[in-house]
């Protein structure tokens, strides 16, 4: 299938610094390309790929599950890791889910943590339902597009495939547990208004992860994707800030 324009993953080779960025689910690197691109002009190597059954049609999406998800930004990890002596994950919705998970599993390796209105719950009566309902519907109306900022719109699909929300309700389920297991530094970015994940969810990974060194922003001016909203330029700085004060406290830690 041809992608959707905005689809295409990227990948800009820079410096020793690496970044990893996720996408959320229905979306696309569309929503996170501006980030990436301002993080790749300031020297650090990125990465922004386009997950399993995302960036084409719906249905496409209905056949993958989180386990496919995940490993496609654990694989692209590991690839950053060989080519830089420091990674950072980063990611907006589920992708902060991915990225939070990524901080779990891989502990030291990953140098700090970036998300953007990470999603870690789902409505309680969704998770209820879903194991029954995927089997009778195969979709529902998408969630795309939660910005309020005029003439900006959201690369993504307008149908949400139920056998894929099912699985996406077992990867937050997942993560939650794993919130513990994140030790590394974290930046937590949330809307004050969100239409699509609660900014109760941000409170949610602040309470349970183990980070010391962790920083929360409130947008106040942005709704759900708001890495294309009108607080996009400081979520990209704030990240920026956050990732060279890392890097130049391991320099001069290494050359103590």
């Known amino acids: 299938m041809p992608l959707l324009p905005g689809a295409e993953p990227m990948r800009r080779d820079g410096g020793e610094v690496g970044v990893l960025l996720c ?16 993080l790749a002009e300031r020297g ?13 049609r719906w249905q496409d999406l209905a ?95 307008d149908r949400v495939p139920l ?11 997942e993560v939650r547990a794993d919130l513990p297991r994140v030790t590394r530094p974290l930046m937590v970015l949330h809307s004050r208004v969100d239409h699509v994940v609660s900014p109760s969810d941000s409170a949610l990974v602040l309470s349970r992860v183990s980070s010391r060194d962790v920083t929360e922003t409130v947008l106040e001016r942005s709704l759900h994707v708001a890495t ?4 996009a330029e400081r979520i990209f700085a704030d990240s920026y800030g956050f990732i060279t ?11 103590a």
Not at 23 to 38: D, I, K, N, V
Not at 163 to 173: I, K
Not at 245 to 255: E, M, Q, S, V, Y
């Open 23 to 38: 996408h959320g689910f229905t979306g696309c690197p569309q929503s996170l390309r501006p980030w990436a691109e301002y």
């Open 163 to 173: 056998h894929a929300a099912h699985s996406l309700w077992r990867l937050l389920r």
């Open 228 to 231: 294309l909203d009108h607080d």
């Open 63 to 157: 056949v993958t599950g989180w386990e496919d998800w995940y490993a496609a930004v654990d694989l692209e990890l590991r690839r950053l890791r060989e080519r830089c002596g420091q990674v950072f994950v980063g990611g907006l919705s589920m992708g902060g889910a991915l990225a939070l998970r990524l901080a779990a599993r891989h502990g030291d390796a990953v140098a700090g943590a970036v998300v953007v209105n990470p999603a870690v719950t789902m409505p309680r009566i969704q998770g209820f339902v879903l194991p029954v309902l995927r089997h009778l519907v195969p979709s529902v109306p998408g969630v795309a597009g939660d910005i309020a900022r005029e003439g900006v719109t959201e690369v993504g699909y």
């Open 44 to 56: 650090l190597t990125v990465s922004l790929p386009l997950l399993p059954g995302h960036g084409t």
């Open 245 to 255: 004060r890392l890097t130049a406290r391991k320099t001069a830690r290494d050359g």
